[in-house]
């Protein structure tokens, strides 16, 4: 089993940056497809961006394309998610999950297997 443990949420005006991470316990990631999600406030859970951890694929929304990157480090067991140029819709709780997705099921929620408890993210206008 493996526990995710996020952290690096917080408040943040727009144009700012801020930078998340996402780390394992209880096993590694080495099998697994990395993925960020995100809520906002009565709406549904949405992909932000994964990574598969063997092989490197990287995986973006379209939204946050050009603005959001992944990134992980081996020796630390944790991925990361650097957001830059947020704006006020990038706004809710962000999750990290890890699954063994095929490529065209990255973005959904119900093929991964353990979430973090989620970390909040605030940008204000």
């Known amino acids: 089993q493996v526990q995710l443990t996020e952290s690096g949420g917080g408040l943040v005006q727009a144009g700012g940056s801020l930078s998340l991470s996402c780390a394992a316990s209880g096993d590694t990631f080495r099998t697994y497809t990395v993925a960020w999600f995100r809520q906002a406030a009565g709406k549904e859970r949405d992909f932000v961006g994964g990574i598969r951890w063997s092989g490197g694929n990287i995986y973006r929304a379209d939204s946050v394309k050009g603005r959001f990157t992944i990134s992980k480090d081996n020796a630390r067991n944790t991925v990361y998610l650097q957001m830059n140029r947020l704006e006020p819709e990038d706004t809710g709780v962000y999750y990290c999950?890890?699954?063994?997705?095929?490529?065209?099921?990255?973005?959904?929620?119900?093929?991964?297997?353990?979430w973090g408890q989620g970390t909040q993210v605030t940008v204000s206008s």
């Open positions: 999950a890890v699954g063994r997705p095929i490529a065209s099921s990255v973005h959904q929620p119900g093929v991964y297997y353990y």
